[in-house]
DNA sequence: CTAATAGTGTCTATTAGACAGTATGTT
DNA sequence: AACATACTGTCTAATAGACACTATTAG
Protein backbone atom coordinates (compact mmCIF):
# COMPACT_ATOMS: atom_id res chain seq x y z
CA UNK A 1 0.00 0.00 0.00
CA UNK A 2 1.42 3.38 -1.32
CA UNK A 3 1.34 6.63 0.91
CA UNK A 4 -1.14 7.94 -1.29
CA UNK A 5 -3.77 5.38 -0.67
CA UNK A 6 -3.29 5.67 2.75
CA UNK A 7 -4.18 9.02 3.20
CA UNK A 8 -6.90 8.82 1.09
CA UNK A 9 -8.00 6.03 3.37
CA UNK A 10 -7.67 8.06 6.63
CA UNK A 11 -9.72 11.25 4.94
CA UNK A 12 -12.44 8.17 4.29
CA UNK A 13 -12.26 7.19 7.70
CA UNK A 14 -12.43 10.80 8.96
CA UNK A 15 -15.29 11.99 6.88
CA UNK A 16 -17.26 9.12 8.19
CA UNK A 17 -16.11 9.12 11.53
CA UNK A 18 -18.97 9.60 14.38
CA UNK A 19 -17.97 11.27 16.79
CA UNK A 20 -20.53 10.04 19.42
CA UNK A 21 -19.46 6.93 19.45
CA UNK A 22 -17.33 7.22 22.39
CA UNK A 23 -18.50 8.10 25.95
CA UNK A 24 -18.36 12.21 26.53
CA UNK A 25 -18.21 13.97 29.51
CA UNK A 26 -17.31 17.51 30.68
CA UNK A 27 -14.19 19.14 31.28
CA UNK A 28 -13.41 21.83 34.06
CA UNK A 29 -10.71 23.67 35.07
CA UNK A 30 -10.20 25.12 38.39
CA UNK A 31 -7.33 27.44 39.44
CA UNK A 32 -5.35 27.63 42.39
CA UNK A 33 -4.05 30.99 43.14
CA UNK A 34 -1.43 31.66 44.94
CA UNK A 35 -0.10 35.17 46.72
CA UNK A 36 1.56 37.08 49.14
CA UNK A 37 0.22 39.66 51.32
CA UNK A 38 1.79 41.89 54.42
CA UNK A 39 0.01 41.20 57.70
CA UNK A 40 -0.82 45.01 59.15
CA UNK A 41 2.11 46.79 60.71
CA UNK A 42 1.85 45.94 64.68
CA UNK A 43 4.60 48.62 65.34
CA UNK A 44 6.69 51.31 63.09
CA UNK A 45 9.93 49.27 64.00
CA UNK A 46 9.01 45.62 63.40
CA UNK A 47 8.77 44.50 59.83
CA UNK A 48 4.99 42.80 58.94
CA UNK A 49 4.81 39.90 58.46
CA UNK A 50 4.23 37.70 55.47
CA UNK A 51 1.11 35.95 54.92
CA UNK A 52 0.98 32.68 51.80
CA UNK A 53 -2.39 33.45 50.60
CA UNK A 54 -5.05 31.73 48.31
CA UNK A 55 -7.97 32.99 46.63
CA UNK A 56 -11.37 31.48 47.14
CA UNK A 57 -14.78 32.85 45.56
CA UNK A 58 -18.41 32.21 47.20
CA UNK A 59 -20.81 30.14 45.27
CA UNK A 60 -23.54 31.93 44.21
CA UNK A 61 -25.25 29.33 42.22
CA UNK A 62 -26.00 25.49 42.91
CA UNK A 63 -24.71 22.81 43.38
CA UNK A 64 -22.50 23.74 46.42
CA UNK A 65 -24.17 27.63 47.23
CA UNK A 66 -22.79 29.83 49.21
CA UNK A 67 -20.14 27.49 49.30
CA UNK A 68 -16.34 28.83 48.78
CA UNK A 69 -14.79 27.51 46.04
CA UNK A 70 -11.43 27.82 43.65
CA UNK A 71 -12.03 29.66 40.53
CA UNK A 72 -12.98 27.69 37.78
CA UNK A 73 -14.97 26.86 34.60
CA UNK A 74 -15.55 24.39 31.79
CA UNK A 75 -13.51 23.83 28.95
CA UNK A 76 -15.12 25.16 25.46
CA UNK A 77 -14.86 22.79 22.86
CA UNK A 78 -13.11 24.78 20.51
CA UNK A 79 -10.60 26.43 23.49
CA UNK A 80 -7.17 25.29 23.85
CA UNK A 81 -6.58 23.92 27.19
CA UNK A 82 -4.25 26.11 28.85
CA UNK A 83 -6.36 28.85 27.88
CA UNK A 84 -9.22 27.82 29.84
CA UNK A 85 -7.46 29.00 33.10
CA UNK A 86 -6.97 32.46 31.70
CA UNK A 87 -9.98 33.15 30.39
CA UNK A 88 -11.69 31.84 33.81
CA UNK A 89 -9.82 34.17 35.86
CA UNK A 90 -9.60 37.02 33.48
CA UNK A 91 -13.56 36.54 33.90
CA UNK A 92 -14.10 35.30 37.77
CA UNK A 93 -11.16 36.83 39.27
CA UNK A 94 -10.17 40.34 36.91
CA UNK A 95 -6.69 39.08 36.78
CA UNK A 96 -4.83 39.03 34.42
CA UNK A 97 -1.23 37.65 32.56
CA UNK A 98 -0.09 35.31 35.39
CA UNK A 99 2.12 32.60 35.71
CA UNK A 100 -0.12 29.43 35.19
CA UNK A 101 1.45 25.46 35.14
CA UNK A 102 -0.70 22.19 35.04
CA UNK A 103 -1.24 21.16 38.57
CA UNK A 104 -3.31 17.70 38.08
CA UNK A 105 -6.04 16.27 36.90
CA UNK A 106 -8.72 15.03 39.05
CA UNK A 107 -11.28 12.16 37.87
CA UNK A 108 -12.83 11.06 40.60
CA UNK A 109 -15.92 9.58 39.52
CA UNK A 110 -18.47 11.42 42.01
CA UNK A 111 -16.52 14.43 42.69
CA UNK A 112 -19.30 16.48 40.95
CA UNK A 113 -22.64 15.50 41.98
CA UNK A 114 -24.60 17.14 38.60
CA UNK A 115 -22.46 14.65 36.20
CA UNK A 116 -19.24 12.89 35.34
CA UNK A 117 -16.81 15.98 35.28
CA UNK A 118 -13.04 15.74 34.84
CA UNK A 119 -10.97 18.50 36.32
CA UNK A 120 -7.70 20.09 34.89
CA UNK A 121 -6.49 21.79 37.98
CA UNK A 122 -3.59 25.05 37.38
CA UNK A 123 -1.92 26.57 39.44
CA UNK A 124 -1.20 30.22 39.84
CA UNK A 125 1.38 32.86 41.27
CA UNK A 126 0.72 36.29 41.52
CA UNK A 127 2.49 39.48 42.70
CA UNK A 128 1.08 42.51 44.12
CA UNK A 129 1.94 44.58 40.90
CA UNK A 130 -0.84 42.81 39.46
CA UNK A 131 -2.79 43.54 41.93
CA UNK A 132 -4.12 46.80 40.94
CA UNK A 133 -7.26 46.56 39.85
CA UNK A 134 -9.31 45.33 42.69
CA UNK A 135 -11.14 41.46 43.15
CA UNK A 136 -14.64 40.91 41.92
CA UNK A 137 -17.29 41.17 44.59
CA UNK A 138 -17.21 37.43 45.75
CA UNK A 139 -13.70 36.86 45.77
CA UNK A 140 -11.14 37.01 49.02
CA UNK A 141 -7.57 35.70 50.07
CA UNK A 142 -7.60 33.37 52.69
CA UNK A 143 -3.99 32.84 54.65
CA UNK A 144 -3.14 29.20 54.83
CA UNK A 145 -1.96 27.44 57.85
CA UNK A 146 -0.78 23.63 57.90
CA UNK A 147 -0.24 20.96 60.44
CA UNK A 148 1.26 17.83 59.62
CA UNK A 149 1.09 15.04 62.00
CA UNK A 150 1.94 11.46 60.86
CA UNK A 151 -1.40 10.46 58.03
CA UNK A 152 -3.14 13.53 58.84
CA UNK A 153 -2.82 16.91 57.21
CA UNK A 154 -5.13 19.49 58.42
CA UNK A 155 -5.13 22.70 56.59
CA UNK A 156 -6.63 26.22 58.14
CA UNK A 157 -7.93 29.20 55.63
CA UNK A 158 -8.55 32.88 57.32
CA UNK A 159 -9.89 35.39 55.83
CA UNK A 160 -11.13 38.73 56.78
CA UNK A 161 -14.58 37.13 56.89
CA UNK A 162 -14.39 33.54 57.06
CA UNK A 163 -12.33 30.83 58.28
CA UNK A 164 -12.07 27.49 56.48
CA UNK A 165 -10.73 24.17 57.63
CA UNK A 166 -10.28 20.72 56.71
CA UNK A 167 -8.20 17.12 57.37
CA UNK A 168 -7.13 14.85 55.11
CA UNK A 169 -6.32 11.41 55.97
CA UNK A 170 -3.68 9.57 54.13
CA UNK A 171 -5.57 6.36 53.58
CA UNK A 172 -2.74 4.33 51.67
CA UNK A 173 0.62 4.76 50.25
CA UNK A 174 1.17 6.26 47.23
CA UNK A 175 1.26 9.69 47.92
CA UNK A 176 0.61 10.18 43.90
CA UNK A 177 -2.83 9.43 43.83
CA UNK A 178 -5.33 11.43 44.92
CA UNK A 179 -7.50 8.03 45.74
CA UNK A 180 -4.78 8.09 48.39
CA UNK A 181 -6.38 10.94 50.54
CA UNK A 182 -10.18 11.26 51.91
CA UNK A 183 -11.36 14.36 53.29
CA UNK A 184 -12.58 14.64 56.38
CA UNK A 185 -14.42 17.43 58.35
CA UNK A 186 -15.08 19.39 55.41
CA UNK A 187 -18.15 22.24 55.84
CA UNK A 188 -17.12 25.08 53.75
CA UNK A 189 -14.72 24.35 50.20
CA UNK A 190 -17.06 22.98 47.40
CA UNK A 191 -16.49 19.61 45.37
CA UNK A 192 -12.48 18.33 46.10
CA UNK A 193 -11.30 21.55 46.25
CA UNK A 194 -9.45 20.37 49.63
CA UNK A 195 -7.89 17.97 47.10
CA UNK A 196 -6.27 20.77 44.70
CA UNK A 197 -5.33 22.99 47.71
CA UNK A 198 -3.37 20.47 49.29
CA UNK A 199 -1.57 19.57 46.12
CA UNK A 200 -1.10 22.81 45.22
CA UNK A 201 1.15 23.49 48.86
CA UNK A 202 2.83 20.19 48.29
CA UNK A 203 3.85 21.51 44.51
CA UNK A 204 4.55 24.62 45.76
CA UNK A 205 6.78 23.50 48.56
CA UNK A 206 9.00 20.98 46.45
CA UNK A 207 9.34 23.77 43.25
CA UNK A 208 10.67 26.54 45.67
CA UNK A 209 13.72 24.68 46.17
CA UNK A 210 14.73 24.06 42.74
CA UNK A 211 12.97 26.67 39.97
CA UNK A 212 12.75 30.44 40.45
CA UNK A 213 9.12 30.51 40.42
CA UNK A 214 8.69 32.42 44.00
CA UNK A 215 9.51 35.18 41.94
CA UNK A 216 6.19 35.32 40.27
CA UNK A 217 5.07 36.10 43.66
CA UNK A 218 7.49 38.88 44.24
CA UNK A 219 6.71 42.82 43.27
CA UNK A 220 9.94 43.79 40.93
CA UNK A 221 11.88 45.63 43.98
CA UNK A 222 12.25 43.71 46.84
CA UNK A 223 14.76 43.52 49.96
CA UNK A 224 16.64 40.06 50.59
CA UNK A 225 14.66 39.76 54.01
CA UNK A 226 11.46 40.29 52.61
CA UNK A 227 12.08 37.38 50.07
CA UNK A 228 13.30 35.32 52.83
CA UNK A 229 10.61 35.51 54.82
CA UNK A 230 8.32 34.09 51.81
CA UNK A 231 10.60 31.55 51.09
CA UNK A 232 10.33 30.72 54.95
CA UNK A 233 6.24 31.48 54.81
CA UNK A 234 5.67 28.95 52.01
CA UNK A 235 8.35 26.14 53.59
CA UNK A 236 6.68 26.10 56.85
CA UNK A 237 10.14 26.73 58.77
CA UNK A 238 12.95 29.77 59.36
CA UNK A 239 16.18 29.77 56.86
CA UNK A 240 19.42 30.93 58.46
CA UNK A 241 20.44 34.29 57.19
CA UNK A 242 23.85 33.97 55.70
CA UNK A 243 22.83 30.30 54.28
CA UNK A 244 19.87 31.81 52.34
CA UNK A 245 22.06 34.87 51.26
CA UNK A 246 24.69 32.45 49.38
CA UNK A 247 21.72 30.60 48.07
CA UNK A 248 19.77 33.33 46.80
CA UNK A 249 22.48 35.94 45.18
CA UNK A 250 22.78 34.36 42.08
CA UNK A 251 19.01 34.87 41.14
CA UNK A 252 18.76 38.57 41.84
CA UNK A 253 20.60 41.38 40.98
CA UNK A 254 21.02 44.48 43.30
CA UNK A 255 19.47 47.58 42.59
CA UNK A 256 20.25 51.89 43.34
CA UNK A 257 16.98 51.54 45.50
CA UNK A 258 16.70 51.42 49.18
CA UNK A 259 14.17 50.94 51.20
CA UNK A 260 13.95 53.29 54.66
CA UNK A 261 12.02 55.19 56.90
CA UNK A 262 11.29 51.84 59.05
CA UNK A 263 13.24 53.03 62.66
CA UNK A 264 15.97 50.62 61.42
CA UNK A 265 18.83 49.96 58.77
CA UNK A 266 17.54 50.81 55.63
CA UNK A 267 17.46 47.60 53.02
CA UNK A 268 19.17 47.32 49.76
CA UNK A 269 16.22 46.94 46.94
CA UNK A 270 17.08 43.90 44.79
CA UNK A 271 14.73 42.47 41.31
CA UNK A 272 14.72 38.88 39.76
CA UNK A 273 17.89 38.01 37.23
CA UNK A 274 16.66 36.29 34.68
CA UNK A 275 18.61 33.70 33.88
CA UNK A 276 17.95 33.79 29.91
CA UNK B 1 -31.73 30.18 55.13
CA UNK B 2 -31.13 27.05 57.44
CA UNK B 3 -29.26 23.86 56.26
CA UNK B 4 -32.29 21.73 55.87
CA UNK B 5 -33.44 24.24 53.04
CA UNK B 6 -30.43 24.49 51.08
CA UNK B 7 -29.98 21.20 51.24
CA UNK B 8 -33.95 20.63 49.61
CA UNK B 9 -32.36 23.44 47.32
CA UNK B 10 -29.46 21.68 46.17
CA UNK B 11 -31.54 18.29 45.38
CA UNK B 12 -34.23 20.30 43.75
CA UNK B 13 -31.45 21.99 41.46
CA UNK B 14 -29.66 18.78 40.93
CA UNK B 15 -33.18 16.55 40.07
CA UNK B 16 -33.82 19.31 37.49
CA UNK B 17 -30.23 19.82 36.13
CA UNK B 18 -29.63 19.63 32.45
CA UNK B 19 -26.28 18.09 31.55
CA UNK B 20 -26.57 19.12 27.83
CA UNK B 21 -25.77 22.48 29.22
CA UNK B 22 -22.17 22.17 28.94
CA UNK B 23 -19.63 21.42 25.76
CA UNK B 24 -19.24 17.67 26.25
CA UNK B 25 -15.70 15.93 24.96
CA UNK B 26 -13.77 12.37 25.01
CA UNK B 27 -10.73 11.92 27.33
CA UNK B 28 -8.21 9.24 26.36
CA UNK B 29 -5.67 7.94 28.69
CA UNK B 30 -2.04 7.26 26.82
CA UNK B 31 0.28 5.42 28.81
CA UNK B 32 4.56 5.26 28.75
CA UNK B 33 5.60 2.56 29.57
CA UNK B 34 9.44 2.25 30.67
CA UNK B 35 11.20 -0.36 31.54
CA UNK B 36 15.47 -1.78 31.05
CA UNK B 37 16.51 -4.33 29.46
CA UNK B 38 20.08 -5.44 28.79
CA UNK B 39 21.69 -6.10 25.66
CA UNK B 40 23.27 -9.05 24.00
CA UNK B 41 26.53 -9.94 25.94
CA UNK B 42 29.06 -9.07 23.56
CA UNK B 43 31.87 -11.35 25.65
CA UNK B 44 31.90 -13.63 28.40
CA UNK B 45 33.60 -11.43 30.59
CA UNK B 46 32.17 -7.99 29.60
CA UNK B 47 28.89 -6.84 31.57
CA UNK B 48 25.37 -6.42 29.04
CA UNK B 49 24.66 -3.00 28.64
CA UNK B 50 21.26 -1.58 30.59
CA UNK B 51 19.07 0.01 27.54
CA UNK B 52 16.15 2.53 28.46
CA UNK B 53 12.99 1.51 26.69
CA UNK B 54 9.66 2.66 26.20
CA UNK B 55 6.60 0.32 24.79
CA UNK B 56 5.00 1.17 21.35
CA UNK B 57 2.23 -0.21 19.63
CA UNK B 58 1.32 -0.18 15.82
CA UNK B 59 -2.01 1.01 15.29
CA UNK B 60 -4.16 -1.29 13.04
CA UNK B 61 -7.14 1.51 12.80
CA UNK B 62 -7.82 4.93 11.74
CA UNK B 63 -6.49 7.40 12.18
CA UNK B 64 -2.61 7.03 12.12
CA UNK B 65 -3.11 3.48 10.93
CA UNK B 66 0.17 1.55 10.60
CA UNK B 67 1.83 4.29 13.05
CA UNK B 68 3.45 3.57 15.89
CA UNK B 69 1.78 5.14 19.06
CA UNK B 70 1.40 4.38 23.56
CA UNK B 71 -0.60 2.28 24.52
CA UNK B 72 -4.13 4.20 25.26
CA UNK B 73 -7.58 4.10 25.21
CA UNK B 74 -10.73 5.89 25.95
CA UNK B 75 -12.25 6.80 29.25
CA UNK B 76 -15.55 5.46 30.18
CA UNK B 77 -17.99 7.38 32.01
CA UNK B 78 -18.92 5.64 35.38
CA UNK B 79 -14.95 4.33 35.53
CA UNK B 80 -12.51 6.10 37.96
CA UNK B 81 -9.93 8.21 35.77
CA UNK B 82 -6.85 6.20 37.61
CA UNK B 83 -8.57 3.21 36.72
CA UNK B 84 -7.93 3.67 32.71
CA UNK B 85 -4.49 3.05 32.44
CA UNK B 86 -4.75 -0.06 34.26
CA UNK B 87 -8.01 -1.39 32.36
CA UNK B 88 -5.78 -0.11 29.17
CA UNK B 89 -3.09 -1.75 30.22
CA UNK B 90 -4.06 -5.22 30.70
CA UNK B 91 -6.00 -5.25 27.59
CA UNK B 92 -3.55 -3.29 25.16
CA UNK B 93 -0.22 -4.95 26.57
CA UNK B 94 -1.02 -7.76 28.81
CA UNK B 95 0.91 -5.88 32.03
CA UNK B 96 -0.22 -6.16 35.58
CA UNK B 97 0.09 -4.35 39.01
CA UNK B 98 2.34 -1.89 37.39
CA UNK B 99 3.57 1.57 38.94
CA UNK B 100 1.55 4.82 37.39
CA UNK B 101 1.82 7.82 37.76
CA UNK B 102 0.00 11.05 36.18
CA UNK B 103 2.27 12.59 34.00
CA UNK B 104 0.55 15.60 32.28
CA UNK B 105 -2.87 16.46 29.99
CA UNK B 106 -2.72 17.10 26.59
CA UNK B 107 -5.43 19.18 25.33
CA UNK B 108 -4.66 21.09 22.42
CA UNK B 109 -7.57 21.44 20.17
CA UNK B 110 -6.33 19.61 17.02
CA UNK B 111 -4.66 16.76 18.48
CA UNK B 112 -6.98 14.51 17.46
CA UNK B 113 -8.13 14.80 13.86
CA UNK B 114 -11.46 12.93 14.13
CA UNK B 115 -12.97 15.54 16.92
CA UNK B 116 -12.19 17.02 20.70
CA UNK B 117 -10.12 15.10 22.64
CA UNK B 118 -8.01 15.52 25.80
CA UNK B 119 -5.41 13.14 26.74
CA UNK B 120 -4.72 12.30 30.27
CA UNK B 121 -1.23 11.03 29.78
CA UNK B 122 0.34 8.21 32.35
CA UNK B 123 3.86 6.78 32.90
CA UNK B 124 4.32 2.91 33.70
CA UNK B 125 7.63 1.63 35.53
CA UNK B 126 7.85 -1.89 34.89
CA UNK B 127 10.90 -4.38 35.46
CA UNK B 128 11.70 -7.85 34.02
CA UNK B 129 9.47 -10.43 36.75
CA UNK B 130 6.79 -8.55 35.06
CA UNK B 131 7.34 -9.96 31.55
CA UNK B 132 6.91 -13.43 32.45
CA UNK B 133 3.50 -13.42 30.11
CA UNK B 134 4.51 -12.49 26.42
CA UNK B 135 3.14 -9.34 25.03
CA UNK B 136 0.92 -8.78 22.69
CA UNK B 137 1.20 -9.18 18.94
CA UNK B 138 1.62 -5.90 17.62
CA UNK B 139 3.76 -4.03 20.73
CA UNK B 140 7.38 -4.15 20.80
CA UNK B 141 9.97 -1.91 23.02
CA UNK B 142 11.94 0.98 21.60
CA UNK B 143 15.31 1.61 23.09
CA UNK B 144 15.56 5.34 23.78
CA UNK B 145 18.24 7.73 23.03
CA UNK B 146 18.22 11.29 23.27
CA UNK B 147 20.33 14.30 21.79
CA UNK B 148 19.97 18.11 22.99
CA UNK B 149 21.94 20.67 21.92
CA UNK B 150 20.04 24.18 22.95
CA UNK B 151 16.93 24.48 21.62
CA UNK B 152 16.49 21.09 20.00
CA UNK B 153 16.15 17.83 21.35
CA UNK B 154 15.92 14.88 19.15
CA UNK B 155 15.28 11.48 19.93
CA UNK B 156 15.76 7.84 18.61
CA UNK B 157 13.89 4.98 19.74
CA UNK B 158 15.18 1.71 18.41
CA UNK B 159 13.54 -1.70 18.20
CA UNK B 160 14.52 -5.08 16.27
CA UNK B 161 12.17 -4.51 13.99
CA UNK B 162 12.02 -0.37 13.44
CA UNK B 163 13.57 3.04 14.39
CA UNK B 164 11.45 6.06 15.03
CA UNK B 165 13.18 9.29 15.56
CA UNK B 166 11.75 12.92 15.86
CA UNK B 167 12.91 16.18 16.99
CA UNK B 168 11.25 18.95 19.17
CA UNK B 169 11.87 22.43 18.67
CA UNK B 170 11.38 24.76 21.73
CA UNK B 171 9.62 27.90 20.78
CA UNK B 172 9.16 29.77 23.98
CA UNK B 173 10.39 29.87 27.55
CA UNK B 174 7.71 28.43 29.41
CA UNK B 175 8.96 24.74 29.88
CA UNK B 176 5.66 23.73 31.28
CA UNK B 177 4.09 24.53 28.65
CA UNK B 178 3.32 21.52 25.87
CA UNK B 179 2.27 24.66 23.50
CA UNK B 180 6.13 25.21 23.99
CA UNK B 181 7.45 22.59 21.93
CA UNK B 182 6.54 21.99 18.21
CA UNK B 183 7.06 18.48 17.04
CA UNK B 184 8.78 18.37 13.76
CA UNK B 185 10.31 15.74 11.53
CA UNK B 186 7.94 13.37 13.25
CA UNK B 187 7.02 10.43 10.19
CA UNK B 188 6.52 7.42 12.71
CA UNK B 189 4.50 8.21 15.71
CA UNK B 190 0.74 8.77 16.07
CA UNK B 191 -1.11 12.02 17.84
CA UNK B 192 0.93 14.25 19.87
CA UNK B 193 2.69 11.58 21.26
CA UNK B 194 6.68 13.03 20.30
CA UNK B 195 5.11 15.49 23.28
CA UNK B 196 4.38 12.53 25.94
CA UNK B 197 7.47 10.81 25.46
CA UNK B 198 9.35 13.82 25.81
CA UNK B 199 7.31 15.22 29.24
CA UNK B 200 7.61 11.27 30.44
CA UNK B 201 11.93 11.49 29.92
CA UNK B 202 12.19 14.82 31.52
CA UNK B 203 10.17 13.63 34.60
CA UNK B 204 11.67 10.30 35.11
CA UNK B 205 15.29 11.87 34.85
CA UNK B 206 14.02 14.76 37.51
CA UNK B 207 12.42 12.28 40.03
CA UNK B 208 15.21 9.49 39.79
CA UNK B 209 16.97 12.10 41.92
CA UNK B 210 15.25 12.20 44.53
CA UNK B 211 12.43 9.22 44.55
CA UNK B 212 13.03 5.90 44.83
CA UNK B 213 10.67 5.47 41.62
CA UNK B 214 13.87 3.36 39.93
CA UNK B 215 13.20 0.29 41.95
CA UNK B 216 9.98 -0.24 40.12
CA UNK B 217 11.90 -0.93 36.93
CA UNK B 218 14.27 -3.35 39.41
CA UNK B 219 13.88 -7.10 39.49
CA UNK B 220 13.83 -8.56 43.34
CA UNK B 221 17.42 -8.84 43.05
CA UNK B 222 19.92 -6.30 41.76
CA UNK B 223 23.25 -5.98 41.91
CA UNK B 224 24.76 -2.02 42.69
CA UNK B 225 26.65 -1.99 39.93
CA UNK B 226 23.49 -2.66 37.88
CA UNK B 227 21.72 -0.44 39.80
CA UNK B 228 24.40 2.30 38.56
CA UNK B 229 23.79 1.35 34.98
CA UNK B 230 20.30 1.87 34.98
CA UNK B 231 20.85 5.26 36.15
CA UNK B 232 23.38 6.36 34.17
CA UNK B 233 21.31 5.03 30.67
CA UNK B 234 18.32 7.23 32.79
CA UNK B 235 20.48 10.03 33.53
CA UNK B 236 22.71 10.03 30.40
CA UNK B 237 25.96 9.91 31.82
CA UNK B 238 28.62 8.09 33.81
CA UNK B 239 28.66 8.35 37.81
CA UNK B 240 31.54 7.39 40.27
CA UNK B 241 31.43 4.11 41.47
CA UNK B 242 31.79 4.90 45.45
CA UNK B 243 29.93 8.37 45.16
CA UNK B 244 27.06 6.16 44.10
CA UNK B 245 27.34 3.45 46.73
CA UNK B 246 27.29 6.05 49.47
CA UNK B 247 24.11 7.51 47.67
CA UNK B 248 22.35 4.38 47.28
CA UNK B 249 23.50 2.41 50.45
CA UNK B 250 20.47 3.55 52.86
CA UNK B 251 18.32 2.39 50.34
CA UNK B 252 18.98 -1.02 49.61
CA UNK B 253 19.73 -4.05 51.61
CA UNK B 254 22.50 -6.54 51.04
CA UNK B 255 20.96 -10.22 50.36
CA UNK B 256 22.55 -13.91 50.96
CA UNK B 257 23.10 -14.07 47.50
CA UNK B 258 26.00 -13.59 45.16
CA UNK B 259 25.51 -13.52 41.02
CA UNK B 260 28.89 -15.45 39.93
CA UNK B 261 30.03 -17.21 36.67
CA UNK B 262 30.75 -14.13 34.73
CA UNK B 263 34.82 -14.17 34.29
CA UNK B 264 35.48 -11.72 37.01
CA UNK B 265 34.54 -11.60 40.50
CA UNK B 266 31.59 -12.23 41.75
CA UNK B 267 28.99 -10.19 43.19
CA UNK B 268 26.70 -9.36 45.68
CA UNK B 269 22.93 -9.28 45.15
CA UNK B 270 20.90 -6.67 46.48
CA UNK B 271 17.32 -5.47 47.16
CA UNK B 272 15.21 -2.68 47.74
CA UNK B 273 15.02 -1.38 51.70
CA UNK B 274 11.30 -0.26 51.55
CA UNK B 275 11.58 2.95 53.65
CA UNK B 276 7.98 2.43 55.84
C1' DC C 1 20.74 56.18 73.36
C1' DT C 2 17.63 52.26 72.03
C1' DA C 3 15.27 48.89 69.59
C1' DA C 4 15.03 46.73 65.66
C1' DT C 5 16.56 45.05 61.25
C1' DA C 6 20.60 44.74 57.68
C1' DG C 7 24.36 42.53 56.43
C1' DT C 8 29.05 39.90 56.84
C1' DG C 9 33.08 36.88 58.51
C1' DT C 10 34.36 32.63 59.75
C1' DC C 11 34.43 28.23 61.79
C1' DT C 12 32.59 23.54 61.46
C1' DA C 13 30.04 19.71 59.63
C1' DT C 14 28.37 17.35 55.89
C1' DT C 15 28.24 15.94 51.23
C1' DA C 16 30.10 15.31 46.55
C1' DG C 17 33.96 14.43 43.29
C1' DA C 18 38.15 12.15 42.07
C1' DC C 19 41.59 8.79 41.96
C1' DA C 20 44.07 4.94 43.14
C1' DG C 21 44.31 0.90 45.08
C1' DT C 22 43.01 -4.05 46.54
C1' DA C 23 39.96 -8.29 45.84
C1' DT C 24 38.30 -12.24 43.42
C1' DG C 25 36.15 -14.82 40.15
C1' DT C 26 36.53 -17.58 34.98
C1' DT C 27 39.02 -19.18 31.17
C1' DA D 1 48.48 -15.71 34.43
C1' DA D 2 45.30 -12.44 32.37
C1' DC D 3 41.27 -10.01 32.11
C1' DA D 4 37.39 -7.93 33.65
C1' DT D 5 34.54 -6.42 37.12
C1' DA D 6 33.75 -5.76 42.45
C1' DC D 7 34.56 -3.04 46.04
C1' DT D 8 36.96 0.29 49.35
C1' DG D 9 40.15 3.97 51.39
C1' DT D 10 41.23 8.43 51.39
C1' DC D 11 42.22 12.97 49.89
C1' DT D 12 40.14 17.25 48.21
C1' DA D 13 36.53 20.45 46.85
C1' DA D 14 32.20 22.30 47.42
C1' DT D 15 28.16 23.17 50.01
C1' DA D 16 25.28 23.78 54.13
C1' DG D 17 24.63 24.95 59.07
C1' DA D 18 25.66 27.74 62.98
C1' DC D 19 27.03 31.58 65.55
C1' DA D 20 28.79 35.91 66.47
C1' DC D 21 29.80 40.14 65.14
C1' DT D 22 29.40 44.92 62.94
C1' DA D 23 26.37 48.55 60.59
C1' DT D 24 22.71 51.77 60.35
C1' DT D 25 18.50 53.99 60.77
C1' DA D 26 13.89 56.53 63.20
C1' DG D 27 12.41 58.17 67.13
Not at 172 to 181: A, V
Request: charged share 30%.
Amino acid sequence: MNSKNSDHDELTFLNSYDPTLYDRLSLTTDILVFGISDSINPNYRKLPEKKFSILLVKRKTHPFKDKWCLPGGFLQIDEELTNAPKRVLAKETNLHDVYLEQLYTFGAVNRDPRLRVVNVAYMALINKDQLQDELLADAAWFNVTQIQKENEIKIILKSEIDEICFTLLKINDDINDPLSYKIVDNELLAFDNPLVIFFGLLRMRNKINYTDIVFNMMPKYFTLKELQNVYEVILGRKLLDPAFRRIIKDKVVQTEFVRSGKGHRPSLLYRYKDPT
